[in-house]
């Protein structure tokens, strides 16, 4: 790390310096190109300018001795990166990291060049949904740079906090990394309070009988599972810089502010895995529900069938009685002159009779078999 004691103040008018007692002229400040959010050179901790361009902090790097830049970056052009790349010898492959994004969280070394990669989430309360975003930090001798592709996490908050405590930015690049880090993992809590949330209201609805429930789990799993990428490979990341506090003399405060992080991290990841395998259980029990009801559904229908079924055999078996005597009152109503029994005396009493002989032998039938 530089040795920060001596320090050359810059030659006067270069830079802006951020003085609380300075007094505003009213002119305009000039306005920063697209992508560069912003640029500070830091000695001992402190804020001596704020230059407008890449080109600018260069020149102003070279001029303040034992100086730090910090620049921050969102969405950059190739050709911001490719000067950056340039001007600090960043590796090649780490660059077009960076330009592409897309990448899983993780840590390299690049001889003095350090590259880390995180992804940082926030909940977003009108959808119901995890929005993540990308983070690329350039670290070495002198200089921290950012690289957003996203909204997420807010490291103006970062700066004016670190501004704030000259005695840690005055640790070097280092401190600002773990001071992001910590911001990025602090910024995981809302998510893992929104997840629990909706996995309250899904259950909920899962034993209301939503029959939306089971989208809705699947999509929350899908969310949870991107949350477990950007969290957990983060582990390694804290575990590659614990293993580097004595190889690289970390100063204590920095060891702490790790170890606070670590801690705050191992928390997120254990409750994001049980809220994994509590989607999955709850997966579960609503397909177990759902089979249920489609199976008391069936049971209902089955025995609206089986009634429906009793219902034709008895209008069936009355249509057979009734039918007996209407065949024998059809066949005498026939106007034929010679026909048997038309001359005899009780031809009348035997045809009725035969009527409801009939008709009781079928009565007696159908109710053996149980169809009346």
Not at 65 to 70: S, V
Not at 102 to 130: I, M, N, S
Not at 174 to 181: F, G, S, T
Not at 255 to 284: K, P, S, Y
């Amino acid at each position: 790390m530089a040795d920060n004691r001596f320090v050359t103040p810059p030659p006067e008018g270069f830079g802006r310096r951020l003085d609380e007692h300075a007094v505003d002229t009213g002119a305009a400040e000039p306005e920063r190109p697209e992508g560069l959010v912003d640029s500070g050179v830091y000695v001992d901790g402190v804020r001596r300018a704020s230059p407008v361009g890449l080109a600018d902090t260069f020149r102003c790097l070279q001029q303040l001795a034992g100086g730090m830049a910090w620049i921050g970056l969102r969405r950059p052009s190739r050709e911001q990166i490719a000067s950056l790349a340039a001007e600090f010898q960043l590796p090649e492959l780490a660059v077009e990291d960076a330009i592409n994004a897309h990448q899983r969280p993780k840590l390299e070394r690049y001889g003095d060049t350090l590259f880390v990669v995180l992804r940082a989430a926030r909940y977003l309360d009108a959808r119901e949904a995890v929005e993540f975003a990308e983070l690329h930090l350039f670290l070495g001798p002198g200089f921290v740079i950012t690289v957003r592709h996203g909204g997420t996490p807010d490291l103006a908050a970062v700066r004016r906090r670190l501004e704030a405590d000259p005695t840690v930015l005055a640790l070097g690049p280092e401190a600002v990394l773990y001071a992001v880090l910590d911001r990025v993992v602090d910024g995981y809590a809302p998510v893992v309070a929104g997840l629990e949330n909706d996995i309250d209201e899904i259950e909920t609805e899962v034993f209301g009988g939503d029959p939306n429930a089971s989208r809705r789990i699947y999509q929350l799993s899908r969310e949870v599972i991107q949350f477990q990428r950007a969290a957990r490979p983060l582990l390694k990341v804290v575990e590659a810089l614990s293993g580097g506090f004595d190889r690289y003399g970390t100063d204590e405060e920095l060891r702490r502010l790790l170890r606070d992080v670590a801690d705050h991290l191992t928390q997120v990841v254990e409750r994001v895995d049980g809220f994994r395998h509590l989607l999955q259980n709850i997966l579960t029990v609503n397909a177990t529900l759902v089979s249920q009801a489609q199976n008391e559904e069936m049971r209902s229908l089955t025995a609206a069938s089986f009634e429906q079924n009793e219902e034709v055999k008895r209008v069936s078996a009355w249509a057979a009685i009734l039918f007996a005597p209407t065949l024998i009152g059809t066949v005498y109503g026939m106007n034929f002159t010679h026909m048997p029994e038309l001359g005899w005396r009780y031809g009348y009493l035997f045809a009725v009779a035969l009527m409801f002989a009939v008709c009781a032998a079928l009565y007696l039938l159908f109710k053996r078999r149980g169809w009346l």
